[in-house]
C-alpha cells in the first residue's frame, strides 16, 4: 500500500513521536487503562499508521465492490443502487396477530418479512403437543398447519414480499407450507423470494431447536439445496448464521469462523449428494450480529465477505462469482440490551445498525429498545425502524460505497479478523470438520469461554455497560410491556381439533405413509413432505414420521 | 461442611443457555457443587435430577416466557418431593409485573437481566444457610 522509503521515513517519525511529544504527555496524564481491547478482547493500539497495513495490496486484499475478493461490498453499487432490506423479525401469538403485525410494518415501509415462529414450531410440535405447554406463540407465531399458514400471509402478494422465515429443524415443512401457501395465490414457485435459515449446525453448538442427529439432518438440508435449485430457484435455501454464535458469547473472530466452518459442511454435504457448487452456492446466505465495537464490527464483515469468497474459490473451485459472495443479514446484538434505563438500548442499537451497514450488509433487524423487558411494543418496534431509515435516508453513510475503506485500523483489524478466523477453521478442519468439532464440544467450549469472560469483565468493571455496572439510578417500575393472551395454546389446540376431524384423514395417512417410506430411501424428501402438507397433516405429525425414522439428537452437556 | 450443591436447570423450549452456563459456572468458582441439565427440560424431570442429585438450590433458567406455566410448577413438585429446605430460585427475561406472582408460588427470587453474578451467589449463600 505505501511505498517501502516512505515506510522507513514513517517507522522513524513514529518513533520520534513516541519519545517526544507522546512521552511528555503520558507523563503528565495517563492513558485511562495500562492496555485497551475490542469487545471481542483482542488488544488495540494506541495508534495505526501505514506500518500496520505494509503487507495489504489494494488489488488482491480490497479489489472493487461487486468483484472478487468482495471486501468493499458484493453489488457495484451498493446502496446507491438501493438501500439495504429493512426487515424487522416480528411474530408473535395466533397467525391472525401476526398477520396484522406484518401489514402493519409493511404500511409503515418495511421492505420485507420476517417471520417468528414459536418454540414448539421450530421444534417440530403441534401447539397441543405436552411439551408445547407454556411456550405456544411466546417468542412467535404458532403455526401447525397449512390452515395457520394460510391465515398468517392472508392478503401479503407473496410475488411481491421477500420473506425470510427463522425455521431450521422443521424448515422444510415450514417452506412447503409457504409454497402451498404461493400457489394458492396463484404464485409461479419461480417468483418467491425470500430465505429459510436452515442452519442446524448452528442449532447444535448455539441456539438450541435442533430435532434430528446431524446426519439425516443434513440429508434435509441437502435436499431443500437440491430442491430448490430447480423449482424454487431465486430462494435463499439456508442463512448460515454466526448471530446466535456471538448471542451465546462468542468473539468477532469466533463468529466469523464457526460460521464459516458451518458453510464448510454444508457446502461438503452438498457436493457429497452429488450437487455441483455453482448450483447451490449462489443461494447460500448469511446472517451476522452487529456488536458494541462498531469499528471491530465493520472489519468483520468485510473480513467475512473476503476469506468466504476465497474458501469457495480456492478450496471448492467455485467458477460462478455469484457463489463466492456473503449475501448477509444483520442483527443488533439482543443481549447488549439492558433492562436498566431502556431507553439507552435505542443509542446501542443505533451504533450497532451504523457498524452494519458501514459493514456492508444486505438487510438489517433492528433490536426495540425494550426486548430486554419482554416482548417489543409497536412504539418500540416503530423506533427501531425509523433508526434504520434514519441512517439510510439522513445520515448520508450511504452514498459512498465502503466508506472506511483505507482506514489503518479499519484495514489492519480486517486482516486480523480474517486470519485468527481462518486459523479457528484450520484447528476445526483438523478435528474432522464442524460436524465433529461440535459433537466433541469444542465449539461449545469455545463459545463458552468466552461468554465466561465477557461477563466477569462487566462484573469486575474492567467492561462498562451504561446503567448496568456505572451510572447507575434508581427507576421506577415499567409498565408498558407486550403480552400474548396465555388463551393463544388453547385457541390453537381448539384450531386442531377442527382441522384433524375435518380433512381427508385417509389421505393425510397415505400421504405420511409415503413420506416414512421416503425417509428410509435416499430419495429427495421435499415432494412427499409437500404433499403430506398440502393434505394438512400437521407440523408435528410430519416431524413425528422423521423422528421415528431419524431419532432425536441427544446432546451431551459441558459446562 | 458440606459444599452447597446447585441444579442448573433450562425448563421448557428454550435453547438460550448463555446465562445458564455463565451462572453454573460462577457458582462452581464461588466453591459450589453444580450440575446442569442441559436444555428442553419438563418440570417433573428437572425435579428428578435435584432428588438424585440431592441438591440444595434449584435454579431455573427461561427466556421464552415458559417460565408463568413452568417455574411455578417446578416450585411446587420441588416442595412436594423435597419439603421447604430447597431453594428454588429463577432467572431470564421476566417482566417485573409477573415477578410477585412467580414469589408467591414459591420462587425464592428472580434475577433479571443485568444482574451481577456476586448478588446472585450472595443470594445463594445467604439462604441456603438460613435453611439449613
Known amino acids: ?559 | 461442611m458440606r459444599k452447597i450443591r446447585v441444579l442448573v436447570a433450562k425448563v421448557g423450549l428454550d435453547g438460550h443457555d448463555r446465562g445458564a452456563k455463565v451462572i453454573a459456572r460462577a457458582f462452581r468458582d464461588a466453591g459450589m457443587e453444580v450440575i446442569y441439565t442441559g436444555i428442553r427440560q419438563t418440570p417433573e424431570q428437572v425435579v428428578a435430577a435435584a432428588i438424585q442429585e440431592d441438591v440444595d438450590v434449584v435454579g431455573l433458567s427461561s427466556l421464552s416466557g415458559g417460565h408463568e406455566l413452568l417455574f411455578p410448577r417446578v416450585a411446587k413438585l420441588v416442595k412436594e418431593q423435597m419439603g421447604d429446605q430447597v431453594l428454588v430460585i429463577g432467572g431470564g427475561v421476566i417482566p417485573e409485573d409477573e415477578i410477585p406472582a412467580l414469589k408467591e408460588a414459591g420462587i425464592a427470587a428472580v434475577f433479571g437481566p443485568g444482574t451481577s453474578l456476586k448478588e446472585i451467589i450472595d443470594f445463594v449463600h445467604t439462604h441456603v444457610n438460613r435453611a439449613s
Open chain 1, 1 to 559: 500500500m505505501v511505498k517501502k522509503d516512505n515506510l522507513q521515513a514513517v517507522a522513524e517519525a513514529k518513533n520520534k513521536w513516541e519519545t517526544g511529544t507522546l512521552q511528555k504527555t503520558i507523563g503528565k496524564y495517563p492513558e485511562r487503562h495500562s492496555d485497551f481491547m475490542t469487545v471481542s478482547g483482542s488488544p488495540v493500539e494506541r495508534l495505526y499508521t501505514p506500518q500496520d497495513i505494509e503487507e495489504l495490496d489494494y488489488l488482491e486484499d480490497l479489489g472493487f465492490p461487486g468483484e472478487y475478493p468482495y471486501t468493499r461490498g458484493v453489488q457495484p453499487t451498493m446502496y446507491r443502487g438501493r438501500l439495504w432490506t429493512m426487515r424487522q423479525y416480528a411474530g408473535f401469538g395466533t397467525a391472525v396477530e401476526s398477520n396484522q403485525r406484518y401489514k402493519y410494518l409493511l404500511s409503515q415501509g418495511q421492505t420485507g418479512l420476517s417471520v417468528a415462529f414459536d418454540l414448539p414450531t421450530q421444534i417440530g410440535y403441534d401447539s397441543d403437543h405436552p411439551m408445547a405447554e407454556g411456550e405456544v406463540g411466546k417468542v412467535g407465531v404458532a403455526v401447525s398447519s397449512l390452515g395457520d399458514m394460510e391465515v398468517l400471509f392472508d392478503e401479503i402478494p407473496l410475488g411481491k414480499v421477500s420473506t425470510s422465515m427463522t425455521i431450521n429443524a422443521s424448515a422444510a415443512v415450514l417452506l412447503c407450507m409457504y409454497m402451498a401457501v404461493a400457489e394458492k395465490q396463484g404464485v409461479p414457485w419461480k417468483d418467491l423470494r425470500g430465505t429459510i435459515q436452515n442452519d442446524v449446525l448452528k442449532e447444535y453448538s448455539a441456539r438450541g431447536t435442533y430435532i434430528f442427529p446431524p446426519s439425516p439432518s443434513m440429508r434435509l438440508i441437502t435436499d431443500i439445496f437440491a430442491f430448490c435449485s430447480k423449482e424454487v430457484p431465486r430462494w435463499n435455501t439456508i442463512s448460515i448464521s454466526g448471530y446466535h454464535i456471538r448471542e451465546a458469547g462468542s468473539t468477532a473472530a469466533q463468529e466469523i469462523a464457526f460460521t464459516l466452518a458451518d458453510g464448510i459442511a454444508y457446502v461438503e454435504a452438498a457436493l457429497k449428494a452429488g450437487l455441483h457448487v455453482d448450483d447451490f452456492g449462489p443461494r447460500l446466505s448469511f446472517f451476522f450480529a452487529s456488536h458494541n465495537d462498531v469499528l471491530e464490527e465493520i472489519a468483520k464483515f468485510r473480513a467475512t465477505r473476503r476469506l468466504w469468497a476465497r474458501i469457495m474459490k480456492e478450496r471448492f473451485g467455485a467458477k460462478n462469482p455469484r457463489s463466492m459472495k456473503v449475501r448477509f443479514h444483520t442483527q443488533t446484538c439482543g443481549h447488549t440490551l439492558t433492562a436498566q434505563q431502556p431507553l439507552n438500548n435505542i443509542v446501542r442499537v443505533t451504533l450497532q445498525a451504523l457498524a452494519a451497514v458501514l459493514g456492508g450488509t444486505q438487510s438489517l433487524h433492528t433490536n426495540s429498545y425494550d426486548e430486554a423487558l419482554g416482548l417489543p411494543t409497536e412504539e418500540a418496534v416503530r423506533i427501531a425502524l425509523r433508526t434504520q431509515q434514519i441512517i439510510g435516508y439522513e445520515s448520508n453513510v450511504a452514498e459512498t460505497i465502503d466508506p472506511l475503506a483505507g482506514s489503518y485500523y479499519i484495514e489492519s483489524m480486517t486482516n486480523r479478523l480474517e486470519k485468527e478466523a481462518a486459523d479457528y477453521i484450520r484447528k476445526i478442519d483438523d478435528l474432522g470438520g464442524a460436524v465433529k468439532a461440535i459433537e466433541q464440544g469444542y465449539i461449545q467450549r469455545e463459545i463458552q469461554d468466552s461468554a465466561y469472560r465477557y461477563q466477569q469483565e462487566i462484573e469486575s468493571g474492567r467492561r462498562t455497560i451504561i446503567g448496568v455496572n456505572k451510572f447507575q439510578v434508581e427507576e421506577k417500575s415499567r409498565s408498558k410491556i407486550m403480552k400474548v393472551d396465555p388463551a393463544v395454546g388453547q385457541s390453537q389446540a381448539q384450531r386442531l381439533k377442527q382441522l384433524r376431524k375435518e380433512r381427508d384423514n385417509r389421505e393425510v395417512k397415505r400421504c405420511l405413509a409415503e413420506l416414512r417410506r421416503g425417509a428410509r430411501t435416499d430419495e429427495n424428501l421435499i415432494p412427499p413432505i409437500y404433499r403430506a402438507v398440502k393434505a394438512y397433516a400437521t407440523l408435528g405429525e410430519i416431524c413425528d414420521v422423521l423422528r421415528d425414522v431419524f431419532g432425536e439428537y441427544r446432546p451431551t452437556e459441558i459446562v
